[in-house]
């Protein structure tokens, strides 16, 4: 299997652009996560799927994102416009409904200048 | 009080050195207690996780969760440079509407073994 799969691997955009991250979940996995990592407040949950329906996107820090799951396979996370705090890791992961643990990709390293 | 505590460190260590791990958390509900270990530039992985109280063991790692005290402890035996990483803490809960787990990291430990 493949793994969790992200593009881009790194992304580097000025402030007030659009930018989209993209995500494939490992086949047969019903649920999928996305979360951003920095080094002041580590790992945060922004939003998750479940059969591609979004159940809690509380963690969403403010309208400028947004994230789709229009098939099973595929997710993206878009903040419009960007910036410069938006900078971190943005991690997707995916899982099965009935097992215990998350499947991460790589990441995107993120850079809003 | 956030929701799960851990010391980011970083810890050093000579090879061969006992290693150990906490994190605090404020949930009672949680009930299960994950551990991730996340390599540089790589995503976390499950490294091991338990079930309520108690001990699990799995090779030189060894996971403690103290519920009535909300400490969960990661011990490394016999530690190697290949141990050199962040180690995260994620207690679980499940949910009321049933499906999948939301997690909830600690910051996460560095820690470098050094040979």
């Known amino acids: 299997d493949a793994g969790v799969i992200q593009s881009p691997r790194h992304e580097v955009t000025e402030m007030g652009q659009e930018v989209t991250l993209r995500c494939k979940p490992i086949?047969?996995?019903?649920?999928l996560f996305w979360y951003r990592q920095t080094m002041m407040r580590g790992l945060e949950l922004l939003i998750y799927f479940n059969n591609n329906v979004p159940i809690d996107d509380s963690g969403m820090p403010e309208d400028r994102f947004s994230a789709k799951m229009p098939n099973a396979s595929f997710s993206t996370l878009k903040i419009q416009p960007s910036e410069p705090r938006d900078s971190a890791v943005y991690f997707c992961?995916?899982?099965?409904?009935?097992?215990?643990?998350?499947?991460f990709g790589s990441g995107t390293q993120l850079s809003v200048l | 009080q956030k929701e799960v505590e851990q010391d980011p460190g970083p810890l050093s260590v000579p090879e061969g050195a006992i290693v150990s791990l906490n994190c605090t958390y404020s949930n009672s509900a949680f009930q299960y207690f994950m551990w991730y270990r996340q390599y540089s530039r790589k995503g976390p992985e499950l490294l091991m996780y338990t079930y309520s109280s108690g001990n699990k063991e799995d090779g030189r790692f060894t996971a403690q969760v103290d519920k009535s005290s909300k400490y969960i402890s990661l011990f490394i035996r016999d530690s190697q440079p290949s141990d050199s990483a962040t180690y995260l803490c994620?207690?679980?809960?499940?949910?009321?509407?049933?499906?999948?787990?939301?997690?909830?990291f600690g910051k996460g430990t560095k820690l470098t073994v050094n040979p």
């Open positions: 086949s047969g996995h019903n649920s």
């Open positions: 994620a207690p679980l809960r499940t949910l009321a509407q049933g499906g999948s787990e939301k997690l909830v």
């Open positions: 992961a995916s899982t099965r409904g009935d097992s215990f643990g998350l499947f």
